[in-house]
């Protein structure tokens, strides 16, 4: 099992920065897939970002330029670097891990990003 802690939301003016973070513990050994979905109401759930075992980094275009997805093996974090921030990016954002390449199996709790002026 391994549980995922989310942080970092909140309100921000368009073009503003946020940074989320996600918290593992538990069985994270075997880790090879972890990222950052989103949810906007009325809308399909997003892949925004994500790394795969070895490094190789895939972002959405819509967040391409703008979002950096890294981590902090020392810390058992990942984080979601938001910057220029655009209305559109108003959602809540989900991080999960997973056992399997590009499969979720664990997911943080989601925490809300308005971007709104």
């Known amino acids: 099992q391994v549980q995922l802690v989310e942080s970092g939301g909140g309100l921000v003016q368009p073009g503003g920065s946020l940074r989320l973070s996600c918290a593992a513990s538990?069985?994270?050994?075997?880790?090879?897939?972890m990222g950052w979905f989103r949810q906007a109401p009325e809308k399909q759930r997003e892949s925004v970002a994500r790394?795969?075992?070895?490094?190789?980094?895939h972002y959405a275009e819509s967040v391409k330029g703008r979002f950096t997805i890294s981590r902090d093996n020392a810390k058992n974090t990942m984080y979601l670097q938001m910057d220029s921030l655009k209305p559109e990016d108003t959602a809540v954002y989900y991080c999960?891990?997973?056992?399997?390449?590009?499969?979720?199996?664990?997911w943080g709790q989601g925490t809300q990003v308005t971007v709104s002026s």
């Open positions: 999960y891990v997973g056992n399997r390449y590009y499969t979720p199996d664990y």
């Open positions: 790394i795969i075992s070895g490094g190789l980094i």
């Open positions: 538990g069985s994270i050994a075997e880790i090879v897939t």
